[in-house]
């Protein structure tokens, strides 16, 4: 059974003035259990967007339609007391700036608990205090005493996301999202929260879904990669560098990555991501795009074969 | 934190010193003065006289060395004699202290229990009818002369339907009553200036309740907890509302004073025999000792409400800790 099946999601938000924003346009998407899928893409393509309706945590004016089903559970349309049996007992879910994710006015013992007490029904102080520390020690948390007692704002922002971890890991779900989960933290703490999510990966046989605009994190921790762009994904594969690219866009976002010799340009995409706010029939990235002819222009490609180009790479798989 | 209770103590002492000195000038600078306004206008009483009640009075010493003989008894907690009756000032504060304080603490519960009703409400349901017609209830309160109110609501609920006691906050025969009919006799008294009072500061509190559950409820740690898959009761009460009544503290300590100070308009226009009445009486007969004595007393309030406000952010919020 897969641990994710998306199927034709659209996402769009209503805007002051009645205008509407076009955020995810029909994503089919199907996560096997175990597997680690990486979405990728620039800030504004929608990733955030489709994480948070993984869950079915959209804002109050997006409008979600088509299916989305989480271990053999349809998530969209239904009511938050009907998700409670889904989010953090299914599913977990870690953010991107680890500190905005804690409540400032609870300590760690507070916030890890009430967890445990509404899945697990562990009622008893000590038990929940004994299974609290450990899961704190999981996610690679050597003081955990401190850190048990602590408020938020106290801990650096690698411990607050080890915590976060721990507490979306606290009930057992076999599927993590992670949306950013580095982007908030400082290189060095960013690979141990890295090294963090492999072992965890693999000691729980995880299925792990990690937003990132990172391809260089991306392609560390998962072998297949899913790009969006403008609300659609453009490619999905196992795709490691720019040579294994097939969609121009794909291709583009690993020539960026910069070279730590300094002996490559420092490249970047031009122009910027197109306005969600109207839909025109034409490839979404024609206007970026060097490759863009008159056909990609006037019709819009499809996702055929993991790919949406009319013109892709040929790649030697 | 308790250095800090102890500094921020030691540091009223100055303020409180700064307070009296100014009122005691002011007080004594108006034009008048307590023998003049009683006494000049009776053609019966010789200027010999008059210096000599002057002298009686202590008035006659220059204004420094009255606010000395003044602080000096103030610090043993004296507050000296009323000029009009002689009799104790403390005596006449205590009288009608229980009043003030049974009216606006009142009036207090129930503008923080509605104001955090109305706030959360809308907060959950904000941009619905609900929202709207709620503030527009608590604008209409907070804008409405509550003076002008409180006259429409005699007519309607004391003279044209007779349901309620048109003022002061006892009855004629609450002497003989037995003590649940005194319960009753003083809670029926209640209802009319309670609801002015309320109605009028309902829109400070369920706005700022509002406007810090809406902020809660759109921040990130609000989403990973319905991420986390927690009840949305425990989201709501439990998460966002702690955080959203962070700004309602201040509000209580600035409240605090008004406890005490009472209200001139209201006491006057519902016969409630409060500070504010005592505190105007005196002013208008110049009674010196009863004037400093309730705005002392109203000034300690201030700064006791105020340091508590401080200290009672420090016990909710961890994030804040004086040092």
């Not at chain 1, 007992?89 to 700036?97: L, N, P, R, T």
């Amino acid at each position: 059974m897969n641990a994710i099946k998306v199927k034709d999601l659209n996402v769009t938000y209503r805007l002051d003035r009645g205008e509407r924003l076009y955020a995810i346009r029909g994503i089919d998407l199907s996560v096997e259990q175990g597997e680690s899928v990486a979405i990728a893409g620039e800030s504004g393509c929608g990733k955030t967007t489709l994480a948070h309706a993984l869950l079915n945590l959209l804002a109050r004016n997006s409008e979600p339609s088509g299916s989305v089903v989480i271990d053999g559970e349809e998530v969209l349309g239904r009511s938050n007391r009907e998700l409670e049996k889904v989010r953090g007992v299914k599913a977990g879910m870690i953010f991107q700036d680890p500190g905005a994710s804690l409540n400032p006015l609870f300590t760690v013992k507070e916030q890890v608990e009430e967890t445990l007490k509404v899945h697990l029904r562990i009622m008893n102080k000590d038990e929940l205090e004994d299974k609290g520390l450990k899961l704190l020690e999981e996610a690679g948390i050597a003081d955990n005493r401190r850190v048990y007692g602590s408020y938020p704002h106290q801990l650096s922002g690698g411990l607050q996301q080890r915590v976060m971890t721990a507490i979306a890991l606290s009930c057992g779900p076999k599927i993590l999202i992670a949306d950013e989960p580095t982007t908030a933290l400082d290189v060095t703490v960013q690979a141990q929260i890295v090294s963090m999510l492999i072992r965890l990966k693999r000691e729980r046989g995880l299925t792990l879904v990690l937003i990132t605009h990172d391809l260089h994190l991306a392609c560390m921790l998962c072998k297949r990669i899913i790009v969006m762009y403008a609300g659609q994904i453009v490619e999905d594969g196992e795709v490691n560098s720019a040579e294994d690219a097939r969609h121009p866009y794909t291709r583009a976002l690993f020539e960026i990555i910069p070279d730590i010799s300094f002996k490559k340009e420092f490249k970047v995409i031009p122009g910027s991501v197109p306005d969600l706010k109207k839909v025109e029939n034409k490839c979404s990235y024609c206007d970026r795009c060097p490759n863009a002819a008159q056909k990609c222009r006037e019709e819009a490609p499809g996702l055929t074969d993991g790919v949406r180009c009319w013109y892709p790479y040929e790649v030697k798989r | 934190m308790r250095r800090y209770i102890i500094r921020r103590l030691l540091l009223m002492i100055p303020v409180l010193l700064g307070i009296t000195v100014i009122t005691f000038c002011i007080v004594h600078l108006t034009p008048g003065g307590f023998v003049r306004v009683n006494m000049e206008m009776n053609t019966k009483i010789s200027p010999d006289s008059m210096q000599k009640l002057k002298a009686l009075y202590g008035l006659d010493k220059p204004v420094h060395l009255q606010y000395l003989d003044w602080l000096s008894r103030f610090v043993r907690f004296d507050f000296g004699h009323s000029f009009t009756d002689n009799r104790p000032v403390l005596e006449k504060v205590l009288e009608r202290l229980p009043a003030t304080l049974l009216l606006n603490i009142t009036s207090l519960v129930m503008i923080f229990f509605f104001g955090t009703i109305i706030g959360v409400t809308s907060a959950l349901k904000r941009n619905s009818p609900y929202d709207r017609i709620m503030t527009a209830v608590t604008f209409v309160g907070y804008s409405m002369p509550a003076f002008w109110l409180a006259l429409v609501m005699m007519m309607a609920f004391a003279v044209k339907w007779p349901v309620l006691p048109v003022s002061g906050m006892t009855s004629m025969n609450f002497d003989m009553m037995s003590a649940t009919e005194k319960v009753w006799d003083i809670a029926r008294h209640l209802v009319m200036p309670v609801f002015i009072t309320a109605f009028g500061g309902l829109a400070y509190v369920s706005r700022y309740v509002k406007s810090g559950m809406v902020e809660a409820l759109t921040q990130q740690y609000t989403t990973a907890a319905y991420a986390k898959g927690l009840p949305e009761r425990d989201i709501i009460f439990r998460n966002a509302l702690k955080n959203s009544l962070l700004p309602v503290i201040t509000l209580l300590g600035l409240s605090l004073p008004g406890l005490i100070g009472g209200s001139f308009i209201f006491e006057t226009i519902f016969a409630w025999p409060g500070m504010g009445r005592l505190a105007y009486d005196a002013a208008m007969t110049f009674d010196y000792p009863v004037i400093m004595g309730t705005v002392t007393m109203a000034a300690l309030l201030t700064l006791t409400g105020n340091l508590l406000a401080d200290i009672s952010y420090a016990l909710v919020d961890p994030r804040i800790r004086y040092k």
